[in-house]
């Protein structure tokens, strides 16, 4: 898997989108861009995934750039409970399962 | 569907002891895997596996054994526990190894004395 790299953390207001942004430069052409959180020590939770295209759902939205080397995940109206660590993931069919978490970002959200 | 279950949730043992963590999966995923996770810290891979019979290690495999005899299960043995291995341990699985959407347990929180 591709290496990536996330700020520690972020604060963000509630109500307000929440943009958490994630560089995976040296990801290649078959590895995805997989985002998962995991609030307080619960079990990580997938968020959302894409390869090239912006994808969203009732979760998330992840924005890709053009050259894939960075990626955003944006919530739209973050909440408290959208408090959590975020890992950004590249991932690709050529590994044989290794999926790796980084540090992540802690998000922080305000009231 | 219960997912992916884990037992127990909390465990203490003394320094040598062993034990198994238990983790069972109801979704007939091809792939399993084991994680822990020290305060503070990401989660870092133990062991997993892509099918039945069929194990290989992760990041930080030592002290820590795993087989695979059916697609269900997938426990981890420790044979001689260590403070070392006080952490809080997650198994997820997926349905193949190319797609990453992993499913976790609640996680079992292990404190070896």
């Known amino acids: 898997d591709a290496k990536t790299t996330q700020p520690p953390s972020m604060d963000c207001a509630e109500g307000r989108a929440a943009n958490l942004p994630c560089n995976h430069s040296t990801i290649s052409g078959n590895e995805y861009v997989y985002w998962y959180r995991q609030i307080h020590s619960q079990g990580p939770q997938y968020i959302i995934h894409g390869l090239k295209n912006n994808e969203t759902n009732e979760m998330a939205s992840l924005i890709i750039t053009e050259d894939r080397k960075s990626s955003t995940l944006i919530l739209p109206h973050a909440t408290l409970r959208d408090t959590a660590v975020y890992y950004c993931?590249?991932?690709?069919?050529?590994?044989?399962?290794?999926?790796?978490f980084g540090q992540g970002t802690t998000l922080q959200v305000k009231p | 569907n219960a997912g992916v279950t884990q037992t127990p949730k909390f465990q203490v043992l003394k320094t040598g002891q062993s034990m198994t963590l238990q983790c069972a999966q109801d979704?007939?995923?091809?792939?399993m895997s084991w994680y822990r996770q020290d305060p503070g810290m990401g989660l870092r891979l133990i062991h997993y596996s892509v099918g039945a019979g069929i194990t290989d290690q992760g990041e930080v495999p030592n002290g820590y054994n795993v087989s695979r005899s059916t697609t269900e299960d997938f426990p981890l043995r420790l044979l001689s526990a260590a403070p070392s291995q006080t952490s809080v341990y997650f198994c997820?699985?997926?349905?193949?190894?190319?797609?990453?959407?992993?499913?976790f347990g609640s996680g079992t929180q292990l404190s070896v004395l």
């Open positions: 997820a699985s997926s349905y193949s190894t190319d797609r990453g959407q992993l499913f």
């Open positions: 993931i590249a991932h690709g069919s050529s590994n044989t399962g290794k999926l790796i």
């Open positions: 979704m007939n995923h091809e792939y």
